[in-house]
């Protein structure tokens, strides 16, 4: 099971800290991902980590301002963002899959999802 937090409301060039935590003992054994997905739009992928953590993949639209991160002992995986920016709104999944990936159906479990709100 996985349980995202950290959304909320922040003015554009503002920064949040996403945290999705799972439970179950095998975390460590995914990659895990970050979606996203605003109003009438697709979900579209963000962000990605190895299992391990040594391998990340951005979506060419976050590179630089977005940082993903894990914790294999506490079981969590984060997404740092800075410079917020209006079109950052959207609601955030957390998932796990076999491998890194921006491919959506690869993600096997999703979150429940975090509403982050950009005001300009």
């Known amino acids: 099971q996985l349980q995202a937090s950290g959304g909320g409301l922040v003015q554009a060039g503002g920064s949040l800290r996403l945290s999705c935590a799972a439970s179950?003992?095998?975390?460590?054994?995914?990659?895990m991902g970050w979606f996203r997905q605003a109003p009438g739009k697709e979900r579209e992928f963000v962000a990605s980590i190895s299992s391990g953590g040594g391998r990340t993949y951005y979506a060419e639209s976050v590179k630089g301002r977005f940082t993903i991160s894990r914790d294999n002992v506490k079981n969590t995986v984060d997404l740092q963002i800075l410079s917020l920016k209006s079109e950052d709104t959207a609601t955030y999944y957390c998932?796990?899959?076999?491998?890194?990936?921006?491919?959506?159906?690869?993600?096997?479990?999703w979150g429940q999802g975090t509403q982050v709100t950009v005001s300009s």
């Open positions: 179950g003992r095998t975390f460590s054994i995914y990659a």
């Open positions: 998932a796990a899959g076999p491998r890194v990936s921006n491919i959506r159906t690869q993600y096997a479990y």
